[in-house]
């Protein structure tokens, strides 16, 4: 996964010429962009490079901020580019700085984890190497890591937690068997807990290792990763001009619900029927994307973790 000196291996971008086409709609690199999650800088490199006047960087992750700036370097000496270590919710706070105040053309998020996260042990997200259970985007952010919610949590919080952001149906039995077995320090010991309370699934094969929906439920919660989209995607709204855009890519149904429903409130208009007042209300986006975007075939079988990519995409009105 890492290579040969243990160094993350470069994050593939995802989805990328389908971000390009639907950022630049008539093929021209559009003035003012912001990326939310700058990660390696793969999408914020290949926007440069097709041109775009300004590009504004964000991430959480130290090590992505790191990455990506190496990757964006000239564009960042030049004044090009500008990479910001804060989360995208606050996006609008940097604007002022750069003379954008009246807003940019296009917005990108690329949520979640990279595969930077699972490639480096020590950070806690894979259940395959053995690290501390932290999975914090940015550990330097002062919130409680995930052997916090692990050795401290009730019972009926735990399995909440689970049904809720893991979508695991042995919510109960797997945090029952996290209170028998705790403390619990590391990933490979909270994985091999689970896996000895796993029970084959009736009648089906077993597709994924049965820690894997714990471990997702655990990053959500750690991170607000839903809570974080909630709240930015209006954010995200209010930075664009009129026409600009915004493209999100998610990778699971709790994320692409967030976005789904959102996108779909705001390109409602709603008008009261001649003779009657009922609540109106404005269209504030186009849909650009009807049904969320997915990776080729032949883009899932360079980069396997784009099989559960979704891209939505609005246009400003
Ligand atoms: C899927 S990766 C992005 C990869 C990137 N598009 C590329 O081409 O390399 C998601 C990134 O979002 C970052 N991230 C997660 N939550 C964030 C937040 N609230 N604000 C900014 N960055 C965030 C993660 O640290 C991670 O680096």
């Not at 370097?73 to 002022?96: E, K, T």
Request: with cysteine; net charge negative; glycine share 8%.
């Amino acid at each position: 996964m890492s290579d040969d000196h243990g160094a993350p291996r470069p994050h593939v971008p995802v989805l990328l010429r389908e971000v390009l086409a639907a950022l630049m709609p008539d093929g021209h690199a559009p003035e003012r962009v912001i990326d939310g999650t700058a990660g390696a800088g793969g999408h914020s490199r290949a926007l440069l490079d097709a041109g775009v006047g300004g590009l504004l960087a964000f991430d959480v992750d130290p090590t992505a901020i790191r990455l990506a700036g190496e990757r964006l370097r000239p564009d960042l000496d030049s004044g090009r580019a500008h990479l910001v270590h804060d989360s995208y919710v606050h996006m609008a706070d940097h604007l002022d700085a750069l003379g954008w105040g009246d807003g940019v053309d296009a917005v990108l998020l690329d949520v979640g984890a990279s595969s930077m996260h699972f490639d480096q042990p020590e950070r806690g997200f894979s259940f395959l190497r053995e690290g501390p259970l932290d999975m914090r985007f940015d550990p330097t952010s002062g919130r409680p890591p995930a052997s916090d919610i692990v050795n401290h949590w009730s019972h009926a919080e735990l399995a909440d937690l689970l049904r809720e952001y893991g979508e695991e149906p042995e919510a109960g039995r797997y945090a029952r068997a996290i209170l028998e077995a705790r403390p619990l320090d590391t990933t490979t010991a909270l994985a091999a807990v689970i896996k000895a309370a796993s029970r084959p699934p009736r009648g089906r094969p077993i597709t994924i290792h049965p820690a894997t929906r714990t471990f997702q439920a655990l990053r959500i919660a750690v991170n607000d990763e839903l809570g974080t989209i909630e709240r930015a995607l209006p954010v995200a709204l209010e930075c664009l001009r009129a026409g600009g855009r915004l493209a999100v890519i998610s990778f699971h149904s709790l994320e692409d619900r967030i976005v789904k429903h959102t996108f779909k409130d705001w390109a409602e208009d709603i008008k009261s029927p001649p003779g009657m007042v009922l609540p109106e209300k404005d269209a504030r986006v186009r849909l650009v994307t009807k049904k969320p975007v997915e990776a080729s075939p032949d883009e899932v079988t360079i980069n396997p973790r784009a099989r559960s990519a979704k891209l939505r995409v609005v246009e400003k009105l």
